[in-house]
């Protein structure tokens, strides 16, 4: 890695500081309804909203009601996408004349883009139509990104709130976040990628005649629009097959930066937004300041794994699978940053990347997209961990754990290992009936330990709602697109109904004054221990099938062995 490089790093991790508190700010106000630079033009868009849907923005819900519309309106959401694409034959929009697509790989995308994970089971040029994808894709990548900033918002008034058990509403959450704080940034951020080169129409595609007098297809489309929300509210769904490494996708060094921050950006924000909430800055901080530290250590170790000269290419670096416009440093940190989000974008091969350069986004997934995580997503994961560290911490100073001035009790414990284990038994699960059945198997395209880390980053991806993949398996089957679909259902909605009802049962709590016993939790003590306790549970789960997976392979690479 050159100072070049290292420049880049250090431009990227400053903006992202940078512009956390400014944004952070930005959606307090448009979570409170509080007037902001745009609100003369966005309110009265917001109230005709409220009058069409019939909906009351002040009437406040319990947690059981504010699970349930999450459920029904990310379930109607799942319904339309499915009809969309099974009658897009029929629907204009279509130049190419693209058929349908099969009922179950229409089920998983439909799934996928429901659950903000926007795994692709297939090429997306070659596949959806333009109407599929912009009214349907698109529109699903805002209010699944918007699902999860509202979800957060609950579990942080849970957690402030006293004697009391109402959360809020969750349809004024999803029209403020997705009208006053998605829309807005998605709008400017498109324009700034238009003029870079993201193509940005409804032509259909152009025919050119190559420099050898071959024929080629030149794919066009409404591509700017998503993907500027795909990577605002860490989706990640490609409009075309290649996703980010595609030129009409990513075209330039400005627009390849402006991708990756932001990926974590609004992911970081949330962390300041967070601390207004709880009324203490210093909260917010300290939780940005481990998901940071998590990020670094990945990063650091992914870099020098893709630096070092590989064996089994005569001791070159690892070039294989990289966009060479953007070099092993970009795709290393676009690789970080998209798995430390829920994001899922691409900018280079994950499976061509050294087993221990490909092993740092496997874990960043594995720990369940808590470094930084997905938008809402990331940050209400990363506070059952604290719910965890506070009881732990509890039991060893022989005290009952608070957080932020409430007990916690067994009940929010037992809350808190749902939400972190539920996944995690859903991966392993899955992923070991995916190595021993033909239908699993078949669709390996490596053999060995490759193979494995193919099978498990695969259903990683899916239950942890990141969308990423190790390309070598071919997973457009009937096996991987229904069990998936069910693992995409279950990795979202047994975290979100958890961490719900534990806002509900600490709503109703009253607060207890700090005294010399109480851990504080926003000083350097508790940040280790937090750091200590996430990777704790990633390792104690996943370490065996890591070992048997990249480590192994590692192992074997420096022998001159590849798979």
Avoid at 247 to 270: C, D, G, K, R
Avoid at 271 to 285: A, D, E, K, L, N
């Amino acid at each position: 890695m050159n100072a070049r490089d290292g420049l880049q790093l250090a431009m990227y991790t400053g903006a992202l500081m940078a512009l956390t508190p400014w944004l952070g700010g930005h959606i307090l106000r448009a979570a409170n309804g509080e007037r902001h630079l745009l609100s003369r033009f966005l309110l009265p868009v917001e109230r005709l909203i409220y009058r069409t849907a019939g909906v009351a923005p002040d009437e406040e819900m319990r947690w059981t009601q504010y699970a349930l519309s999450v459920v029904w309106f990310n379930g109607m959401g799942l319904v339309l996408l499915l009809v969309l694409q099974m009658l897009q034959e029929y629907l204009p929009l279509n130049p190419q004349g693209l058929p349908s697509p099969s009922w179950h790989l229409a089920l998983n995308t439909a799934v996928s883009f429901a659950t903000n994970t926007n795994w692709q089971a297939y090429s997306g040029e070659a596949t959806m139509s333009y109407l599929t994808q912009s009214l349907g894709f698109t529109v699903q990548n805002f209010l699944s990104a918007a699902t999860g900033v509202a979800v957060l918002l609950a579990l942080t008034r849970g957690l402030v709130r006293r004697s009391t058990r109402t959360l809020g509403n969750f349809w004024a959450d999803l029209v403020r976040t997705t009208l006053h704080l998605f829309l807005p940034l998605s709008v400017l951020l498109a324009v700034v990628l238009v003029s870079q080169g993201v193509v940005q129409n409804l032509s259909p595609s152009a025919e050119a005649t190559t420099l050898e007098h071959a024929h080629q297809v030149i794919p066009l489309g409404p591509a700017a629009s998503q993907i500027a929300i795909k990577q605002l509210g860490t989706n990640g769904g490609g409009f075309f097959g290649t996703n980010s490494a595609h030129p009409f996708e990513n075209p330039t060094p400005l627009s390849n930066f402006l991708e990756m921050l932001a990926i974590l950006l609004i992911p970081s924000a949330l962390c300041s937004t967070y601390g207004h909430m709880v009324g203490s800055r210093r909260q917010g901080w300290a939780i940005w300041t481990v998901m940071m530290l998590l990020f670094l250590a990945g990063l650091g170790l992914a870099l020098w794994a893709e630096h070092q000269p590989n064996p089994a290419l005569g001791g070159l670096p690892n070039l294989e699978g990289k966009e060479t416009r953007f070099g092993i440093a970009n795709s290393v940190l676009w690789a970080t940053a998209t798995t430390g989000a829920s994001n899922g974008s691409v900018n280079a091969m994950h499976d061509s990347f050294s087993p221990l350069g490909g092993l740092v986004p496997l874990v960043n997934i594995l720990l369940g997209e808590v470094v930084f995580g997905g938008v809402g997503a990331g940050l209400y994961g990363m506070l059952m961990f604290v719910v965890l560290t506070v009881f732990m911490a509890g039991l060893l100073v022989g005290r009952t754990p608070e957080y932020l001035g409430k007990k916690v009790e067994a009940r929010e414990v037992r809350l808190a290992m749902i939400a972190v284990l539920a996944p995690c038994a859903i991966v392993l699960v899955s992923a070991a009936a995916a190595a021993v059945v033909p239908a699993g198997t078949g669709s390996l395209n490596n053999a060995g330990p490759h193979g494995l880390s193919e099978i498990l980053y695969a259903f990683a991806s899916m239950t942890n709602n990141n969308g990423s993949a190790f390309g070598g398996l071919h997973a457009a089957t009937p096996f991987y697109d229904l069990v998936g679909a069910l693992c995409m259902l279950l990795g979202r909605f047994a975290v979100i109904v958890p961490v719900l009802a534990l806002a509900g049962g600490m709503a109703s709590k009253k607060v207890s004054p700090a005294s010399t016993g109480t851990l504080r939790t926003d000083g350097g003590l508790f940040m280790i221990l937090l750091v200590g306790v996430v990777i704790i549970v990633g390792a104690l789960t996943f370490l065996p099938v890591l070992t048997l997976g990249p480590v192994i392979e590692h192992l074997l690479m420096l022998q001159g062995r590849v798979f």
